[in-house]
């Protein structure tokens, strides 16, 4: 018998989602039960089955498919550029081989994306550490380089200091590949959309209707934040559309495909899996 308990939605609290954002505070959250997190913690979550539905890093899906669907028609991508997902180095990338790059603790999947990179891009192999960075220390002293994902990444993106090497990791898969990259997906607890499959439909009307919304309200979504988070106007105007899409389609799942079987190759993950979308 399906539960008739509000679904519990994760949510990423990064700019790269705003127009949902605004649109849960608009309404479109009512009959949904929230967490709004980093991704690293909702990662957590919807492994310990403390979600129901959450917007994760995309490799979460492939190192726990056994457990979960991705949700149609939705994720977090870029076509090349990303912006927010930055590598900031003391030396160039080729040079990085053997070198210590301190990792964020918010993401997983920038991990994997950063090591590919480095690895099939540049033929270097650094030695990596993963520990909470933020704008105050973003590269400490002993590291040659960091990576950063989020608003943060974005921050140094727009205020880039000399002396320093900056690498958007969006744009260096792309060169790499070709392909669009993505960087998250919403997934689904199997058992979840077995067991309440009304609730299932819910959440993703939600989550579609919600994104749209917002898409359609994003003058006031951003007017609503970018004081507070020391962004222009118009670098959120451009980032949020123009940098960051949101559909997820046959071509986007084949790139997120080759994400996968690279990084197998690379050891990052046990296996490819196959990729499996609820509601079908």
Known sequence: ?????????????????????????????????????????????????????????SIVYARN???????????????????????????????????????????E?????????????????????????GLDDYLPAGADAALLIGDDALHLYHNRQP????????????KLTGHSMVYAVWAVQKDFAADCPHQLE?????IIDGLHDGLKHKDAAIKAVFAAKDFSYEILDHYLGGIIHWDLTAEHIKSLQLFYQLAFAEGLIPAVPEIKTALS
């Open 109 to 133: 999947t920038s991990h994997c994306l950063l090591k590919i990179v480095l690895h099939r891009g540049y033929g270097v192999k650094p030695a990596y550490e993963i520990r909470p960075i």
């Open 163 to 174: 002396g320093l090497y900056y690498y958007d990791l969006g744009r260096e898969w792309h």
């Open 1 to 57: 018998m399906e539960s008739i308990e509000k679904p519990r939605i994760g949510h990423i609290n990064f700019l790269n989602v705003l127009p949902l954002t605004y649109s849960y505070a608009h309404g479109f959250a009512d009959g949904l039960q929230l967490t709004e997190a980093v991704p690293a913690e909702l990662n957590q979550k919807i492994r310990a089955h403390q979600l129901d539905i959450s917007a994760v890093s």
């Open 202 to 206: 819910l959440a993703h009307q939600r």
């Open 65 to 107: 498919a056994a457990e979960l669907l991705i949700l149609p028609d939705i994720c977090i991508r870029s076509d090349a550029d990303v912006e927010s997902i930055v590598l900031v180095s003391r030396k160039p990338a080729a040079e990085l081989d053997g070198s210590k790059i301190i990792l964020t603790a918010k993401s």
